[in-house]
Every structure is written in C-alpha cells, then in structure tokens.
C-alpha cells in the first residue's frame, strides 16, 4: 500500500547500491519530508479543477496566458469559465467545424454550421444558422474578430441567418354574440 511521500518509499526508488547506504536513507527522509510539507501547498496551484471558484479576473489573465484568442472580455462569467474549460479541446481542434460550433455555442448559445456540401455551396465555404441572431455592428465585427480566430483562413462565411421554427395554433368562436380569437404561439428550436 502506497503511503504516500515517505522516506521508506523514496529509498525504494534508488539503485540497490544505494538503498543501504545511511547518507542516502539521510538524503531520503530530507527529501520526504520537505515534499510532504508542500504537498499540501499544491492544491493552491491547481487551475482548471478550481476554475468555478477562479475570480473573473483570473480568469481574464488565464485566457491571455493561453492564448485562447477566441475569448471576448465582455462575456459573461459562466461564458469565459466555459470557454476556458474547452480551450484545449478547441486548440487541438482549430480550422475544424466542431471548433467554430463550440466558439458559435459559446458566443449565440445555440446554432449549428453547415458545410457548403450540405447546402449545395461552394466548396471551403460554410454558413452559421442561429436561433439567437441578435447582431448589431459592434457585436457581429467582435463575433467576426473571434471566428477568425478558430476557422482555416481557406474558410468562407457566406452567410448567419436566425433560423426560428413557430407553430401557430388558432381558436375561434363566438361568446355573447361577440367574435374572439385567441392565437397561441409556440417557438420550436432549431434541431
């Protein structure tokens, strides 16, 4: 049963030549004990499982420091928390589709991309459909800044469209000779 960091543990690890030897039993027990000691200490250091508790301006010197270029300062903190959490996955994933989703998903929170060869573009070009499309200038030059940063530069945006799907159900009659109509709207997500 492993003990953990102890001098009997770190002895076990030398050559047999040494295991007998007093000054390195000495060495070991030195050594133990001042890893112990800073074992403790390590938890402090751990990022990514305390990311939940990170301040916002970690977080913002975290993204810097990763070169995660697709994060926007003025996102949310659940946002940034979320994109810190998928950044190596985007990184070993840059110029796929799967990473402009995750970034779009990031940015809209919800959307799909779909591939020239699934609406009959031309080829290296794609098109963004959103539920969310709520765009003005500022917002789309920010959005256009970020999904530079993921997409191949052989890549072409042709278009973001709001795609909204809604169901109209309409219930007419007549109530003490009056005429009333009731419409009820159901907004169905994009799949």
């Not at 007998?20 to 800073?38: G, Y």
């Amino acid at each position: 049963m492993n003990k953990g960091i102890t001098a009997e543990n770190l002895t076990l690890t030398f050559p047999e030549v040494m295991q007998s030897d007093v000054k390195a039993e000495s060495l070991a027990k030195a050594v133990a004990d001042a890893l112990s000691k800073e074992i403790t200490e390590l938890d402090k250091i751990r990022i990514y499982p305390q990311l939940d508790e990170l301040p916002e301006e970690l977080l913002d010197i975290l993204a810097n420091d990763l070169k995660v270029d697709w994060y926007d300062y003025d996102y949310d903190v659940e946002t940034k928390r979320q994109i810190l959490r998928q950044s190596g996955q985007v990184h070993r994933r840059l110029g796929t589709p799967w990473a402009i989703e995750v970034v779009l998903l990031a940015y809209f929170k919800e959307g799909e991309i779909e591939e020239w060869f699934d609406y009959g573009g031309e080829p290296h070009h794609f098109r963004i459909r959103t539920g969310n499309l709520t765009l003005s200038d500022a917002l789309y030059e920010r959005f256009w800044k970020i999904l530079q940063a993921v997409k191949r530069k052989s890549q072409w945006l042709d278009s973001i469209t709001e795609h909204t799907e809604v169901k109209l159900e309409a219930k007419h009659g007549v109530a003490d000779g009056e005429i009333y109509a009731q419409y009820f709207v159901e907004t169905i997500s994009p799949n």
